[in-house]
């Protein structure tokens, strides 16, 4: 287990009494929240974690014909073990906690949602984390009602026509030669191993993801100023560069 | 030394320069060799991106003094009690041990240019097709009268991370309720152009924390403004009130003296006196920039805003806080994008790799108090003259906490990011 930051552990003989022991505090402090049981789904309201779920939306898909996106499409999540769908670039982090047997349920998912980072150092999950606990169950339960459905036939990252910002650089076959020399700029902040530490994983992305963001940032859809900066110089070819240099690294 | 034919050049200027570049991959002895005077943010990142990207094509060598590297950015949050000493020193293990960099632990005494050879301080010589200058700093002791190398045990500068670090660590530490520092900022241009006023904040944090509620911090600038002025005066008047005065030229009229021995500032206003004096003096580029022949009177090293070639050498190239580079500051991370135009650079001139136009970026982040960060950049791109800004932004007066907190966590990834780009995986 590798898990240094991680308070409780997947698996293993203490995970049945952690999960007791958080179990009693969370009735303790009136939350509804439940061992990874059926019932825990009822306690949750999936109304509500539709809402929480915007915030998750701009990476992970969930329902009929999901697609993996920046994130993993989370169709079949529940009972799956963590870092395998096939065509998804997880962090090496992720895939060896899986084959430890990290398990996504809701009391795993619980954990991971409320400290990303804490729980799978290493993760490439852009995602602070989500100190409600209230907003975790109902997303849980969200979740567990959407997941229910099936992906799209390939749920690898799609090719959807969708007429959107960034159109033109996504009709472009990217120069990952161009991408790697321009990408000097992104790692002086961007981990190339694709660790998030406070700083957002780019590595392994879908290419029209990536050029999607760039544009948002380019267009001030998005409101960062380092990357708004960054953007204003680059161009159609700059960004399909560097979607097709930063797509092409696996992350560690 | 192989029977490298010698050349001498005129010396170039500008665009023009490139075209003067030999292709010494056509050389028959051996590979190419670059050898980089300097294991900080520009000079180890320079090594690094060389090695990486040139594989077996160049051998690279980088020559450093001392065995570990300690940031000077971070170093204030070191001082505010934000990160250990260790967290801020980085060996140079990886370069040597992942990337086949040939590490140097040893000082370089002089540059031969025309033998084109390093000279050791211990005699021997290490000969380069190409050599990278990234000294960094020194310091104008004498820039301020009453100031010496000396004086500096006593009135630290803590402006080169190390010792000096730890030296006003520890008198900060040992500052009392009711004592007063006393800070004397560098004139332009210096490295890290918000760090006085950061370290400023860090001293006032630190008291803060401590419950001192009659402690003062006296600013004495030569300066009449500084970087990101407004932001750190909201933000002292926010967290700090009444705790930290500034006093530009306008008001102190010029600073006479200091002296070690009774830890005053004169001043053509006043004396100040402190308990903790942290005197910054004017700064020029490292002592072997200006051996080497590379400064002009400035005592920083022009260069070819296109490639950061020393106007001086076309077989030299200065980076980081010793070049003249237009519009950047002097900044960790603005030494390692310049490393990146060098570097590759060289390679195309050494290996025939693909040499894309030069692009530079810089941001500052400045750690005000616990979660409020703010933040200045640019991007930048050479012009005829310079290295010129083509974009720019600040933080905004009155943003609100979550956005503060979100720089200052920005930051720690940042650090993190840049110090593996640096040092290596």
Redesign the interface.
């Known amino acids: 287990m590798t898990g240094s930051g991680r308070s409780k552990p997947p698996q293993g003989p203490f995970r049945f009494e952690a999960a007791l022991k958080r179990n009693a505090q969370a009735l303790a402090a009136g939350l509804c929240f439940l061992l990874p049981l059926p019932a825990t789904a009822q306690e949750g309201d999936p109304l509500k974690g539709e809402q929480v779920f915007k915030a998750c939306k701009s990476c992970h898909q969930v329902g009929a014909g999901a697609r993996n996106g920046v994130g993993p499409h989370l169709d079949g999540l529940f009972g799956r073990q963590a870092g395998v769908l096939d065509g998804f670039k997880y962090s090496g982090a992720m895939k060896k906690l899986g084959e430890e047997g990290l398990v996504w349920n809701a009391f795993t998912l619980n954990q991971y949602l409320e400290k990303p980072r804490a729980y799978v150092p290493g993760t490439r999950m852009s995602f602070r984390g989500m100190t409600n606990e209230g907003d975790r169950i109902d997303v849980i339960a969200y979740l567990q009602a959407l997941s229910k459905e099936a992906p799209a036939a390939d749920p690898r990252a799609g090719t959807q026509a969708r007429a959107e910002i960034g159109a033109v650089a996504m009709g472009m076959e990217g120069d990952p030669e161009f991408g790697e020399y321009l990408s000097s700029e992104c790692v002086t902040c961007h981990q190339m191993s694709g660790r998030a530490d406070g700083i957002p994983s780019i590595v392994g992305w879908p290419s029209q993801a990536f050029i999607r963001v760039l544009f948002e940032y380019k267009t001030n859809v998005r409101s960062h100023q380092v990357m708004q900066n960054m953007t204003t110089n680059l161009g159609n070819e700059e960004i399909a560069a560097l979607a097709a240099y930063f797509g092409s690294l696996d992350p560690q | 030394m192989p029977n490298i034919t010698r050349r001498t050049f005129g010396f170039v200027v500008g665009a023009g320069a490139t075209t003067l570049a030999m292709p010494y991959y056509a050389r028959a002895q051996g590979k190419p060799r670059v050898v980089v005077i300097g294991g900080g943010a520009g000079g180890a990142t320079a090594a690094r991106?060389m090695a990486k990207d040139a594989g077996e094509d160049l051998d690279v060598t980088l020559i450093e003094a001392n065995p570990q590297y300690t940031t000077c950015f971070f170093s204030n949050l070191y001082l505010g009690g934000y990160r250990s000493f260790d967290s801020i020193t980085h060996g140079y293990d990886n370069l040597a041990s992942n990337y086949g960099i040939t590490v140097v632990n040893a000082m370089a005494d002089s540059v031969d240019r025309e033998a084109r050879e390093v000279v050791m301080a211990d005699g021997s010589k290490v000969p380069y097709d190409r050599l990278i200058v990234a000294p960094g700093i020194d310091l104008i002791y004498d820039s301020v009268p009453g100031y010496s190398e000396e004086a500096a045990e006593v009135m630290p500068h803590a402006w080169k991370a190390g010792p000096q670090t730890k030296l006003l660590k520890a008198r900060l530490d040992a500052i009392e309720n009711g004592q007063q520092v006393v800070m004397v900022a560098p004139p332009n241009p210096y490295r890290c152009p918000p760090g006085p006023y950061e370290r400023v904040s860090m001293m006032a944090h630190l008291f803060k924390e401590k419950g001192y509620d009659d402690c003062k911090i006296v600013i004495i600038d030569p300066k009449p403004k500084f970087s990101k002025q407004g932001l750190f005066t909201e933000g002292w008047e926010k967290y700090y009130p009444g705790m930290i005065e500034w006093y530009g030229p306008d008001v102190h009229g010029g600073i006479a003296s200091v002296d070690p021995q009774t830890g005053e500032v004169e001043t053509d206003l006043d004396t100040f006196r402190g308990d903790l004096v942290n005197v910054i003096p004017a700064q020029k580029a490292g002592m072997i920039a200006a051996s080497a022949g590379l400064t002009n009177d400035s005592g920083f090293c022009p260069i070819d805003p296109a490639s950061m070639r020393s106007q001086a050498d076309e077989n030299i190239f200065v980076i980081g806080d010793a070049s003249i580079a237009g519009d950047m500051p002097k900044s960790g991370?603005s030494a390692?994008?310049q490393a990146?135009v060098a570097a590759?650079t060289i390679r195309g001139e050494l290996t025939g790799s693909?040499v894309?136009p030069a692009?530079y970026?810089n941001?500052c982040w400045s750690l005000i108090e616990t979660n409020d960060g703010v933040?200045v950049?640019?991007?930048y791109?050479p012009s005829a003259e310079k290295i010129a800004s083509?974009?720019?932004?600040?933080?905004q007066t009155g943003e609100d906490d979550a956005l503060r907190q979100a720089t200052y966590?920005?930051?720690?990834?940042?650090y993190?990011?840049?110090t593996?780009?640096i040092f290596g995986?």
């Open positions: 991106y991370f390692n994008s990146k590759m693909k894309f692009k970026s941001t933040k950049g640019a991007q791109a083509t974009s720019s932004f600040i933080s966590e920005e930051s720690v990834g940042w993190k990011g840049i593996t780009d995986t």
